[in-house]
């Protein structure tokens, strides 16, 4: 059975990469349209005291950072299914690549049972220690209960969706995500505000209906792989557990969710360090973020096409054609990462002013626009970073990666952090020493030197060519 996008033919790379790399955007843009329907569900919900607005917004960041970290966990799934699918479609070696999804799809419902357990069961403590507290963290805990609960959904449905990207398809994703999109915005205004004489369930129905929408995602994919009519076939023998075929997913997906969580640790470090700043610190930050998503989602909708062609070029034996695919495929999302840190310099006021319309949000907006306007500037390091991160990864290069990101992180983004952000930084038996105490701009410029600094060595690191001999 024949993929349903054939990235080796005869048509040119350009066209190959844009052909993977646009259904995926439109998938990443449909989870970005999701994000910003809560946040604008979240930023119209009558509260009893308007004044605390930022208080509630803060309480969204939050929780978008700890559901982003769950996007990082589902890497310890989907890395491994696409490398290896592609090596499979690639290799012509198609009856493999059927096992591998169904052994992708096992690993997809075991993890995702443990990040059930373990959300449900520990999601207070880790809300406090982000220093998160009073209404803001329950609020957060409010609003992340719900996809706690139905995590097992999403991670499954991400693990089909990395199969299919393996054998070229990007296409069937989309299409089931647009259902999810569309599903989950009525749906989470219905349970949010109520029908009728129902009043809804407030916050927490935002939630709710992203988990819903998820369920039945995973339900309609889970459906198309048995069919077989998307270039995969799903069968009760594939579900069967081969060790051996599992250990060589995790072999790939662990370094690289070692990668993944690792950086959502210290993204949540960082987060840390922006609430201790302050309610409107925090809000600013996460609309900041929502809106440098435009920029980042295009980065990994190339970084797709680019893991998708590297693994299934390696895979029929042509390591030079699988370079060139990575440098094309960086080439045209650097270009576009670029139009869109224009946008946020010419635009950043009313990009703001959508999510905060009304007097009391006005100090949100005199903290956020300066630092969207900062990360514009560093649109070209993070296209290297993600699109040269993902491409690491079709070649099963996922070990010194974990090394890059703890020095960007731990090095670079974690350290510039305090020192520009506090007043005085206490080093125990070193002494105080003074800090720049720059608020969040401070925060936001440790964070764009620190993705010039791993986008930098993602670059070599694929310039040098190592990765050609890694076997998956």
């Not at 990469?17 to 569900?41: F, I």
């Not at 059930?116 to 220690?129: D, E, H, N, Q, R």
Request: with cysteine; hydrophobic share 55%; proline share 4%.
């Amino acid at each position: 059975m024949e993929p349903a996008v054939s990235p080796l033919g005869l048509r040119p790379i350009w066209r190959t990469v844009l052909a993977l790399a646009l259904p995926a955007l439109a998938q990443q843009y449909l989870h970005l349209l999701v994000r910003m329907s809560d946040q604008y569900l979240a930023d119209n919900f009558e509260l009893p005291n308007p004044a605390a607005r930022a208080t509630y917004l803060s309480a969204l960041n939050t929780a978008n950072y700890l559901y982003w970290f769950v996007a990082s966990y589902t890497v310890v799934v989907s890395v491994g299914a696409t490398a290896l699918v592609a090596r499979f479609v690639g290799a012509g070696d198609f009856s493999l690549a059927h096992r591998a999804t169904g052994q992708a799809i096992i690993l997809g419902i075991t993890f995702g049972l443990i990040g059930t357990i373990s959300g449900v069961l520990g999601l207070p403590t880790l809300i406090a220690a982000l220093q998160l507290h009073g209404d803001a963290a329950n609020y957060a805990v409010q609003f992340l209960m719900p996809l706690a609960a139905m995590l097992v959904f999403q991670i499954t449905e991400s693990a089909c969706i990395a199969c299919l990207s393996g054998a070229g398809d990007t296409r069937t994703g989309l299409k089931v995500l647009g259902m999810v999109a569309i599903l989950n915005i009525p749906l989470a205004w219905m349970l949010c505000f109520g029908v009728g004489p129902w009043a809804g369930l407030g916050f927490a129905g935002i939630s709710l209906g992203t988990g819903l929408s998820h369920f039945v995602g995973c339900v309609v994919l889970l459906g198309i792989l048995a069919r077989g009519k998307s270039g995969l076939q799903l069968t009760w023998a594939n579900l069967v557990p081969d060790i051996g075929l599992l250990r060589r997913l995790l072999r790939v997906s662990v370094p690289a969710a070692v990668d993944s969580l690792s950086v959502a640790l210290c993204q949540l470090w960082f987060l840390s360090l922006v609430n201790r700043l302050g309610d409107t610190a925090t809000a600013a930050h996460g609309i900041a973020l929502n809106w440098e998503a435009l920029g980042f989602l295009a980065g990994a909708a190339f970084g797709t096409a680019a893991m998708t062609l590297i693994g299934q070029n390696l895979g029929a034996g042509n390591p030079a054609r699988a370079a060139h695919c990575g440098w094309v495929a960086f080439k045209m999302g650097a270009v576009t990462m670029t139009g869109m840190g224009v946008m946020f310099i010419l635009f950043a006021a009313p990009m703001f002013r959508l999510f905060c319309h009304d007097a009391s949000s006005q100090p949100v907006i005199d903290e956020g626009v300066p630092v969207l306007r900062l990360i514009a500037l560093a649109m070209p390091a993070l296209a290297s970073q993600i699109i040269f991160t993902s491409a690491l990864r079709g070649a099963g290069d996922t070990r010194v990666p974990v090394l890059i990101s703890w020095i960007g992180f731990l090095g670079v983004r974690i350290p510039l952090a305090y020192l520009l952000t506090r007043s005085e930084i206490d080093l125990g038996v070193f002494g105080v020493v003074p800090g720049w105490n720059m608020g969040l701009l401070g925060a936001w410029v440790a964070m764009t030197t620190d993705i010039w600094v791993r986008g930098s060595f993602f670059m070599v690191r694929f310039a040098s060519g190592r990765w050609k001999k890694i076997e998956v």
